[in-house]
């Protein structure tokens, strides 16, 4: 059964920090090119950003680039989402995907996605 556990959400001031940690269990992590998504309330399911299987490459939103940083350990099975600079607008639940297969190309895509974690809320203050 697979599993994808988020944590590291919570309360921050504009301008603050959080990181988001998504832990994998019952797949083949290396497999996977992983992504996080953000969903605020009364809106869509929105890209945030997601990284290659091997690490090797990442792919951000525009609205994050700067600011946030996607890494992941696959000796862990775990990824990783920086939040710097926090904005009001930020403020949402984020869940994180795996998309199955090493392939060159990642996606922004949540067809892509196989599986989904439950997510964590960010809320950020202004």
């Known amino acids: 059964q697979v599993q994808l556990v988020e944590s590291g959400g919570g309360l921050v001031q504009a301008g603050g920090s959080l990181r988001l940690s998504c832990v994998a269990s019952g797949l083949t992590f290396s497999n996977y090119a992983m992504g996080w998504f953000r969903q605020a309330p009364g809106k869509g399911r929105d890209f945030v950003v997601a990284?290659?299987?091997?690490?090797?490459?990442?792919y951000y939103a525009d609205s994050v680039k700067g600011r946030f940083t996607i890494s992941r350990d696959n000796a862990k099975n775990t990824v990783y989402l920086q939040m710097n600079s926090l904005k009001p607008e930020d403020t949402a639940v984020y869940a994180c995907?795996?998309?199955?297969?090493?392939?060159?190309?990642?996606?922004?895509?949540?067809?892509?996605?196989?599986?989904w974690g439950q997510g964590t809320q960010v809320t950020v203050s202004s």
């Open positions: 995907a795996a998309d199955r297969g090493r392939t060159p190309l990642i996606s922004r895509r949540p067809q892509a996605y196989d599986f």
């Open positions: 990284i290659r299987w091997d690490g090797a490459s990442t």
